[in-house]
């Protein structure tokens, strides 16, 4: 008998001592992340072959204190290792953990090498050699803080490797952890499985195997063990010979059903190979399918649910999957009454959205990332609930009433004026802290910064809410929904780019088409709270040579331009946007060497300014400090300095739109007055419906000389 330890994960220490005692195992004793016991040969055989949860099984040669390299070579020679393997073998040393003194896998891996290296030479014995990639053994160590375990791998290579997949669907579950996950959901070999979000199919094919007593390491070619000087080759040709016949009768007798549905026919083409080659394949039938659409198979009727539904790294990202969470819950609750639902997933939001109680739930790590598995009784008074939930108010209810009534005025409105952008909703009711904009069939949701003292937990949740409640008012498709997160701005963030997608659709704004982009920025191209600004420039802008300072995209100039205006310059300091300053001209077929494009720093090109022209158009940031500008910019403190140059380039009968963003801005009238303008404060006539909540969003001067 040797001494021995199962690796496992984190949690399902208990689980593997069940199933090593069900394999003949009498003493197993769960420890961190694994199961130490005692074994014979046959049996260390039957439990390589035939776990399907432990990820490899170390034979413990000894367990010493570790407190420096010396403690680690000496502990690693006093072992004699040419009673474990003939020096015609090749090694490797796995080394796993650190301490104060030891703070180098790789080190501590060298000095082991050395050890088992010595021990051979000192008995005039061969040299054994190391090969990282073709080892016919591992010797496994294992430090934490000043313990060390020593032992040789008897499996040589992650039991989770059972043959049958060659290649895998994105964001595959080991299948050590799909076995767990069966294990824990409730099902047993009676019971029908589906999973309808199968993948490359794991999850049912290692049910599957359970069901027909398929050893999971049965397909594996080379094992550890088989290079150990006491390795019996007769007494695991029997076990293994045993496991055989047990599988073949076992497929032929298994009447248990399983269904595995995807919307990806490629995955689900890998799905079927990696069923085949697990041995399967007669027994779970795969479809293509919408587990947004699920319905109950023939004669499933108190069958298990089992799933690993995607779920992205950071919630919110794919706004899609909260529709897909919700329509999931809802078809689960209507169509499944009865029967049992697993799921495993990353998202606790996520899961909320399933809209059930869960019976039990378990953590569990998918590698490095916390998970949860949750398990659901779906009973009949589930379902009445359910089909009670038909109002739309029943997800956020003020929320929701909120964003009907603004859908209905401004919807309205917006149809009126010629408008495929604005405003439905803006940061109403302060514990919905978002605003959402509408671009035709799109809807683009910013997350404001929630305030410190609000729970991420909780914040999150809500940002959940907001945009299921969203989705189901306006009747959007989930995959039409963008989600960004929206805090104070200063200089030139605003044009920082986050995204690669570089998707961008036309829309109509009082007749003028404009290009936005969605996805790749934080702002979309346009800015909607200034409409009512743009449209007075085109109303203004017939027979004049205008001029467009921090143009941005160019907006400002396609509607001057699409009004008459004789001549146009466009200055910005960012070449990117300054081309699609270009495209939304050509897009109104506004081109010709009348309309002029300027990269630069506007501040700098004012200073050095010499044309003249009859109306311009600028909006400043409220605070720049960009690396490429020579001094830092406030509009409050600059804004004169700034009236001061353009006065020069403005025709005696000219006018300048002035806006910024800052909130309580004052414009100095004495000083304009000193330099010979006048200013009048246009702000709320430019204030659109959809912005009339926030009546600070910008504000608007038209600034002309003053008449003598």
Same mark, same amino acid.
């Given at each position: ?42 049996? $260390? ?18 367990? #010493? ?16 290792? +040419? ?18 003194? $030891? ?13 088992? +290296? ?20 591992? $010797?496994? +160590? ?38 767990? $996950? ?103 039938? #795969? ?48 169509? #499944? ?144 929904? +963008? ?66 300072? #921090? ?158």
């Amino acid at each position: 008998m040797n001494q021995y330890l199962a690796v496992t994960s984190n949690g399902l220490e208990n689980l593997l001592v069940e199933e090593l005692t069900k394999l003949g195992i009498s003493d197993a004793k769960p420890v961190q992340a694994g199961v130490k016991f005692k074994a014979s040969n046959e049996q $260390i055989y039957r439990c390589c072959l035939w776990s399907r949860l432990a990820s490899r099984f170390v034979r413990v040669i000894t367990e #010493f204190n570790c407190q420096n390299d010396m403690d680690l070579y000496l502990s690693a020679t006093s072992v004699n290792w +040419v009673n474990h393997f003939h020096s015609s073998k090749k090694f490797v040393v796995d080394f796993n953990g650190t301490n104060r003194e $030891i703070r180098n896998s790789q080190y501590g891996a060298m000095k082991v090498k050395d050890a088992v +290296v010595d021990c051979f030479e000192k008995k005039n014995l061969p040299r054994p050699s190391i090969s990282k990639d073709h080892a016919d053994l591992r $010797i496994h +160590v294992r430090l934490h803080n000043d313990k060390a375990l020593l032992g040789i791998d008897m499996v040589g290579g992650g039991l989770h490797v059972r043959g049958y997949r060659t290649e895998a669907g994105r964001a595959p579950l080991r299948e050590t952890l799909a076995a767990a $996950i069966i294990l824990r959901s409730g099902w047993d070999a009676s019971k029908q499985l589906l999973d309808p979000m199968c993948g490359s199919g794991t999850l049912l094919i290692e049910a599957a195997m359970m069901a027909a007593n398929i050893a999971p390491g049965l397909k594996r070619e080379k094992w550890g063990f088989e290079s150990l000087q006491d390795f019996d080759p007769e007494l695991w040709a029997q076990v293994k010979s045993e496991a055989s016949v047990q599988a073949r009768r076992g497929v032929n007798k298994t009447d248990t059903k399983f269904f595995g549905l995807d919307s990806d026919s490629r995955v689900l083409k890998t799905a079927k190979d990696n069923a085949r080659r697990a041995g399967v394949e007669s027994l779970i039938q #795969f479809e293509l399918g919408d587990a947004a659409l699920l319905k109950k198979p023939q004669g499933f009727e108190s069958g298990v649910i089992v799933c690993n539904p995607p779920y992205g790294e950071r919630l919110g990202t794919h706004p899609g999957l909260i529709a897909l969470y919700t329509a999931f819950g809802a078809q689960l609750k209507s169509e #499944f009454g009865g029967c049992q639902a697993s799921i495993f997933s990353s998202s606790d939001e996520l899961l909320s959205c399933l809209r059930m109680r869960a019976e039990k739930q378990y953590k569990l790590n998918n590698g490095a990332l916390p998970c949860h598995q949750k398990n659901y009784s779906i009973s009949a008074r589930e379902r009445s609930e359910d089909e009670q939930e038909t109002q739309q108010t029943q997800i956020a209810p003020d929320f929701s009433n909120r964003l009907k009534k603004n859908i209905a005025k401004i919807g309205k409105w917006a149809k009126r004026e010629g408008l495929d952008c604005y405003r439905i909703y803006d940061a109403d009711l302060p514990e919905y802290n978002v605003a959402i904009d509408v671009y035709l069939d799109q809807l683009v949701i910013q997350e404001y910064a929630a305030p410190k003292d609000i729970p991420e937990e909780k914040a999150k949740r809500r940002l959940t809410d907001i945009i299921r409640a969203a989705i189901q008012v306006r009747g959007t498709n989930a995959n039409n929904v +963008v989600l960004k997160v929206r805090e104070k701005q200063k200089g030139s963030s605003q044009y920082q780019k986050f995204g690669q997608q570089s998707q961008t659709m036309e829309v109509n704004e009082y007749g003028v088409k404009l290009l936005v982009n969605l996805h790749d920025y934080l702002d979309t191209g346009l800015f909607l709270d200034h409409k009512i600004t743009r449209r007075k420039l085109g109303e203004m802008a017939k027979g004049k040579d205008f001029l467009n300072l #921090f143009a941005y995209t160019g907006s400002g100039t396609v509607h001057a331009a699409c009004g008459g205006a004789k001549s146009t310059t466009t200055v910005d300091m960012s070449n990117t946007y300054l081309e699609w300053a270009k495209d939304n001209m050509k897009l109104n077929g506004q081109v010709g060497r009348q309309h002029q494009f300027v990269q630069a720093d506007c501040l700098q090109w004012l200073e050095q300014a010499s044309g003249n022209y009859d109306l311009i158009f600028i909006d400043p940031p409220t605070f720049s400090n960009s690396k490429r500008m020579e001094q830092s910019f406030d509009v409050q403190r600059d804004h004169i300095q700034l009236m001061k140059n353009l006065k020069r380039i403005l025709r005696q009968d000219g006018t300048i739109v002035f806006s910024n963003n800052k909130r309580h801005f004052k414009m100095d009238m004495a000083e304009l007055e000193s330099l010979g303008l006048e200013a009048k404060n246009i702000s709320a006539q430019t204030l659109p419906l959809d912005f009339e909540r926030n009546k600070h969003i910008h504000n608007c001067w038209v600034v002309t000389h003053k008449l003598v």
